[in-house]
């Protein structure tokens, strides 16, 4: 008696066709400028790598770069998540309007932005100048640049929570309502707990976007070095100093720090699945 063996296969063929595709275009377009950047490092020895990467200037730039792209990431967590909210949960005239001009930072042009930001919250703005009455200069410093990166920021935050917020069922807080808990345990209870990884990747989208952003940054910054100076607009100064090599050592700082920190966040949102998945 002949038994037949039993093969699972895919519902859709062609695996191994779309996967070398992939493979391919990841390379061509992730991989190798990533490693090209990495190998042109490579031109300096070590201790000319180090004082590259390890000099004044750029360690402010760092502290600057990442610190406020921080900053601009947790303001928009918090930020995103009300718009979010309020765009989900609520029905109000000029709602769609909103909606849209949500997105606007996807659309306008980053040094469009930058040259609205510095007009508007310079010294004599329409809105800085009575913030420089006060003492308080926003245009020309670390608060302007974070002001920028929570700018272009903001739609990454609120289009990851949006969808989620809108499969909730709301028939669990119904339920939450009914056993007697108050809205503020309802959130934080039901509500929040489904949220966080959500919340997790539009931070490391807009912490990653905001790491790399120079097109707004560069007007409103001031571009001082040891003060207002990004690490991207120092690596255009290497690059306009044809400084290939030393550019090459910035970036591949960059890159390391950031793989870093992403993977760390990626950990963390994994860790939040697992954790709610687990409770459910």
């Avoid at 306009?240 to 966040?265: H, K, P, R």
Wanted: proline fraction near 5%; charged fraction near 10%; hydrophobic fraction near 55%.
């Amino acid at each position: 008696m002949f038994t037949k063996k039993s093969s699972h296969k895919p519902v859709l063929p062609g695996f191994g066709l779309s996967m070398g595709f992939t493979t391919f275009y990841l390379s061509l377009l992730v991989f190798l400028p990533l490693s090209a950047l990495v190998l042109k490092s490579f031109e300096l020895d070590w201790a000319g790598f180090v004082k590259v990467v390890a000099s004044e200037r750029a360690i402010a730039s760092y502290q600057l770069t990442f610190g406020s792209s921080f900053v601009a990431a947790l303001i928009n967590l918090v930020f995103g998540l009300l718009v979010a909210w309020v765009l989900v949960r609520y029905t109000f005239p000029g709602k769609k309007i909103i909606d849209a001009l949500v997105d606007l930072p996807f659309a306008l042009p980053t040094a469009v932005a930058g040259i609205a930001l510095t007009a508007i919250y310079a010294p004599n703005g329409w809105i800085g100048q009575y913030f420089y009455q006060l003492g308080i200069k926003i245009a020309y410093t670390p608060i302007g640049v974070t002001l920028a990166l929570v700018f272009i920021g903001l739609p990454f935050v609120v289009r990851t929570v949006q969808p989620v917020l809108e499969d909730l069922e709301q028939e669990l807080e119904e339920a939450a309502a009914s056993l007697g808990a108050n809205r503020l345990q309802i959130f934080c209870r039901v509500i929040f707990p489904a949220l966080i990884p959500s919340l997790l990747t539009g931070f490391a989208l807009a912490f990653a976007r905001a790491i790399g952003e120079y097109g707004s940054v560069v007007f409103i910054s001031g571009n001082m070095p040891f003060r207002t100076e990004i690490t991207p607009l120092l690596i255009m100064s290497r690059l306009e100093e044809f400084d290939y090599a030393g550019a090459a050592a910035l970036g591949t700082v960059m890159l390391m720090i950031s793989f870093l920190l992403l993977l760390l966040i990626n950990a963390l949102q994994h860790w939040s699945q697992q954790r709610h998945g687990g409770a459910q």
